[in-house]
C-alpha cells in the first residue's frame, strides 16, 4: 500500500493536483514535478517518454501502485507505451492513468454544434491525441486544434498580466476560431492554461464554453477508484502530501503557491 502518485513536468499539474485532493481529501499523495527538465511540450516522443518513465519509475519506489500523469505532453507521447510496454513488466499491479481521457470521454455533454476547439502545447498538438481520443467516444464531433507556443513560459515567468500575454491569448483564440465559427466548446489541453482564464475569457466569445481540466480529472479519478477497489485498497488514506521536485526546492515552493493556490513545502530529489 502507499500514497497516489502525481507527476507533472514542472508546476502545471499543481493545477489538477488541487482538484483532486479537494475531491478526494482522504488519501495520501506524493507529487513529483521535474522542473529541472521542462519544458516538455517541445520535446521529441522519444525524450519524453524516457522522462516520464523515469519519474514514474520514482514514484513506484516511493511505494505508489496508482500514478496519475498530470501533464497533456507526458500523457499524449508516453501514457500508452508505459501502460503497454512497461507496465506488464511489474511483477505486482500498478496502474497509470492520463488527463487526455477524462476530458475527452465527457467532451460530448457540453457541445451542442459537434465543433470543438483544443488550445494546447506544440507538442500535445502534433500527437494528435485530442483529435484521435475525442473520436473514440463521439465520431460526429469535429475537432480544432491550435498550438500556443509561447502560453506555458508566459505562466511559468509570472507574466500573467502582461501586453505579451494579453498579445498572444488574442492572437491564439483568434487563430483557433477561425478554423470554424461552428466551434462552441473550448478545451484548455494544458494544466498551465487555467492561470491565464481572465485573460482567455476576456478574449474569447461569451457563447463558447472553455473547460479547464482539474475538476474533469478529479471526477473521474473518483470514478475510477470506486470502479477499481483492488486498486482504491492499494492506496492509503491519512490526508497527507509530500511534494518532490527535481529542481531547486525554494523555487519550486515560490512558484508552486500560485497553481495550487496556497503555499507548500518541497523537497529536492535526484533521479537515478
Not at 499523495?29 to 517541445?42: E, F, K, S, W
Not at 507548500?264 to 530529489?269: G, H, S, V, W, Y
Request: net charge neutral; aromatic share 10%; proline share 7%.
Amino acid at each position: 500500500m502507499g500514497p497516489i502518485g502525481i507527476f507533472d513536468s514542472g508546476y502545471g499539474g499543481l493545477t489538477v493536483f488541487r482538484e483532486i485532493a479537494k475531491k478526494l481529501p482522504q488519501y495520501d499523495y506524493v507529487y513529483l514535478g521535474d522542473n529541472a527538465r521542462i519544458p516538455y511540450g517541445t520535446r521529441s516522443f522519444e525524450t519524453v517518454y524516457a522522462f516520464t518513465k523515469e519519474c514514474v519509475d520514482q514514484l513506484f519506489a516511493m511505494d505508489c501502485r496508482l500514478v496519475v500523469l498530470a501533464c497533456n505532453t507526458a500523457s499524449a507521447k508516453a501514457l500508452r507505451t508505459i501502460q503497454q510496454v512497461d507496465l506488464p513488466l511489474y511483477p505486482d499491479l500498478r496502474k497509470v492513468l492520463g488527463v487526455i481521457r477524462p476530458t475527452t470521454e465527457v467532451i460530448g455533454d457540453y457541445t451542442k454544434t459537434r465543433h470543438v476547439g483544443i488550445l494546447a502545447t506544440p507538442g500535445t498538438v502534433k500527437s494528435t491525441s485530442y483529435p484521435i481520443e475525442i473520436h473514440k467516444f463521439f465520431p460526429d464531433i469535429t475537432v480544432y486544434q491550435q498550438a500556443c507556443p509561447f502560453w506555458v513560459p508566459l505562466v511559468e515567468n509570472n507574466e500573467l498580466d502582461s501586453p505579451g500575454a494579453a498579445y498572444f491569448v488574442q492572437a491564439d483564440i483568434k487563430r483557433l476560431l477561425q478554423q470554424s465559427p461552428q466551434i462552441d466548446t473550448v478545451v484548455l489541453a494544458c494544466t498551465h492554461y487555467p492561470l491565464l482564464l481572465p485573460l482567455i475569457k476576456q478574449y474569447m466569445p461569451p457563447h463558447i464554453q472553455v473547460l479547464a481540466q482539474g475538476q474533469l480529472v478529479a471526477n473521474s479519478l473518483a470514478d475510477y477508484l470506486h470502479r477499481h477497489p483492488e486498486i482504491e485498497q492499494l492506496c492509503t488514506k491519512g490526508g497527507t502530501t509530500q511534494f518532490f521536485t527535481t529542481d531547486s526546492e525554494l523555487d519550486f515552493e515560490k512558484k508552486a503557491a500560485v497553481f495550487y493556490g496556497k503555499k507548500i513545502k518541497a523537497a529536492p530529489l535526484t533521479l537515478g
